[in-house]
């Protein structure tokens, strides 16, 4: 079956940079467009940014254009986010996901990891 794994989160100041990395197995990681999603407590998952099968195309949720950036190694099953300039805002659990179609539509991905908490305190 398909397993999604998240690492690379952790407890950072404001400022700071932390980049997640997300493994795929299970899967033909290639033929797959992936996406990033959080929640935070007593909200909805919401979209951060996605990239189709070969990374030459990626979108981005407006709270986080600039700042983040995602990427991917099919050589690896790995898809990355790498995040600067963190908030106390971007506080949340972190999901990495796999879609059928090139997608920022939350129900559209089919596939979810468990997730890895991200923590920016002020």
């Known amino acids: 079956q398909v397993q999604l794994v998240e690492s690379g989160g952790g407890l950072v100041q404001a400022g700071d940079s932390l980049r997640l990395s997300c493994t795929a197995s299970g899967l033909t990681f290639r033929n797959y467009p992936m996406g990033w999603f959080r929640q935070a407590p007593g909200k909805e998952r919401e979209f951060v940014a996605a990239?189709?099968?070969?990374?030459?195309?990626?979108n981005y949720g407006d709270s986080v254009k600039g700042r983040f950036t995602i990427s991917r190694e099919n050589a690896k099953n790995t898809v990355y986010l790498q995040m600067n300039s963190l908030k106390p805002e971007d506080t949340a659990v972190y999901y990495c996901?796999?879609?059928?179609?090139?997608?920022?539509?939350?129900?559209?991905?089919?596939?979810w990891g468990q997730g890895t908490q991200v923590t920016v305190s002020s």
């Open positions: 996901a796999a879609a059928w179609a090139t997608t920022v539509r939350r129900n559209e991905y089919h596939s």
């Open positions: 990239i189709n099968w070969s990374g030459g195309w990626t």
